[in-house]
């Protein structure tokens, strides 16, 4: 459990439920946990402190993923982002990972699948993520 | 791109039902870790869970159409 704690994951999600649902899994789980409703308040977090992960919903009033994703980018390259999307809106898998996504999640989503893919992304074992 | 009124109506549902998905299975893993769990209640809330995931597999088979169909014209959007 204290190993992972050294990570810090930012979720930035304007659904409220969602958004508190995976902060408290990913912090149950050890992680430490930063929230967020906009892409706008995100990046502020991110200049703020020390981003291991961002995970975001693409369609979010006050600042979308995109653009969130470029501020990323241009700020820190090193900071990798999974992203959500719906599938039936604007913005394609391939505009996502374009911008610099790690990796891209359709809603509506296995929670365990998502718990995967941030191991994956952060290259934790599932045996360290156990214990 | 044209933007149907059914693709955005899956967009608006796809949405609602991942939050649904995600907390209920949170809760199921808490009840089950529990001593004292009443069975019914973990059967009940199972049941409601695997509808939600047939839900979502009528999302995910939609999407699959549209896609092939070019509605979106992108894999995943």
């Known amino acids: 459990m204290q190993s992972l704690k050294k990570y810090t994951i930012l979720v930035v999600d304007d659904d409220e439920t969602l ?3 995976i902060a408290f899994d990913f912090k149950r ?6 929230v ?19 995970i975001s919903d693409i369609r979010m009033p006050g600042g979308d993923g995109l653009s969130l994703l470029e501020q990323i980018r241009a700020y820190n ?4 982002a999974v992203i959500f999307v719906t599938g039936f809106a604007d913005t394609t898998e391939e505009s996502c990972l374009a911008k610099g996504a ?21 290259n934790i074992s599932h045996d360290t993520a156990a214990q | 791109m044209i933007e149907t009124e059914e693709r955005k109506f899956l967009h608006d549902i796809a949405s609602p ?16 870790n529990r001593p004292n769990a009443n069975p019914d209640e973990l059967a ?8 939600l995931g047939q839900i979502k597999k009528k999302i995910e088979e ?16």
Do not use: C, W, Y
């Not at chain 1, 967020?36 to 961002?54: H, M, Q, T, W």
């Not at chain 1, 390259?77 to 990798?80: E, N, R, V």
């Not at chain 1, 790690?102 to 952060?122: G, S």
């Not at chain 2, 092939?68 to 959007?77: E, H, I």
């Open chain 1, 102 to 122: 790690k990796k891209v999640i359709a809603k509506p989503f296995d929670r365990k699948h998502l718990m995967t893919t941030v191991l994956e992304v952060l």
């Open chain 1, 19 to 21: 958004r508190n649902a």
């Open chain 2, 44 to 51: 009940q809330a199972q049941q409601v869970f695997d509808v």
């Open chain 2, 17 to 32: 039902v991942g939050t649904a998905i995600f907390v209920l299975d949170m809760v199921l893993d808490s009840m089950k």
């Open chain 1, 29 to 34: 789980k050890g992680f430490t946990v930063l």
């Open chain 1, 36 to 54: 967020s409703e906009s892409g706008a308040k995100a990046f502020e977090l991110v200049k703020a402190n020390k981003i291991d992960l961002v």
């Open chain 1, 77 to 80: 390259p090193g900071i990798p």
């Open chain 2, 62 to 77: 939609r999407r699959q159409i549209l896609i092939q169909q070019g509605v979106p014209s992108s894999k995943t959007s």
